[in-house]
């Protein structure tokens, strides 16, 4: 599923159950009562470079026995941040949350605590897990994530030499 413009469903934009495997990649997800991306009952799938905006709940939700890789997306908060997070992982998920620009959330970054789902984080972790979290920024405005990101990259000078050619 590439380059769509979805909003304002009362269920997820996209749902992953019971060992699909999809790429959802380069979306844009306005809007809705639930989740953008729902991963659950043991779906897989690859969530990059998607740009989710104002949910309810979580940009992506990842479920039990769930291992998706979400990598390189922007999410954004809901008006009442309170009651949303950006990725929400849930007892005995795992996979990969990579490099994704979370925007409208406090530090701090992540939580692991079994607190509900409206803990207002960036990140929620929900119990047991195995997944793989790193090089996620998450920061109040646009403007302070996207220099964040700027700065990483400057940093990596692999990416700089892709950038400079």
């Known amino acids: 599923f590439e380059e769509n413009v979805l909003s304002g469903n009362d269920t997820a934009e996209f749902e992953v159950l019971t060992g699909g495997n999809p790429l959802i990649r380069k979306n844009t997800l306005k809007g809705g009562e639930g989740s953008a991306i729902l991963i659950d009952h043991g779906g897989m799938g690859s969530i990059e470079a998607n740009t989710i ?11 039990k026995d769930s291992c998706p890789q979400v990598v390189d997306n922007a999410i954004y908060a809901h008006e009442d941040v309170v009651g949303t ?11 990969k949350i990579i490099d994704n620009i979370l925007v409208g959330w406090e530090p701090p970054r992540h939580t692991c605590a079994k607190q509900s789902l409206s803990a207002g984080m ?18 109040m405005t646009e403007e302070e994530a996207q220099a964040e990101k700027f700065v990483h990259t400057m940093g990596n000078h692999r990416l700089r030499r892709q950038s400079l050619k």
């Open 53 to 63: 905006t104002n949910y309810r709940l979580a940009g992506v939700s990842v479920g």
């Open 85 to 95: 997070c950006g990725v929400a992982l849930k007892e005995d998920s795992g996979g």
């Open 122 to 139: 960036a990140i929620h972790i929900g119990g047991r897990h195995n997944v793989e979290i790193h090089g996620n920024i998450a920061r």
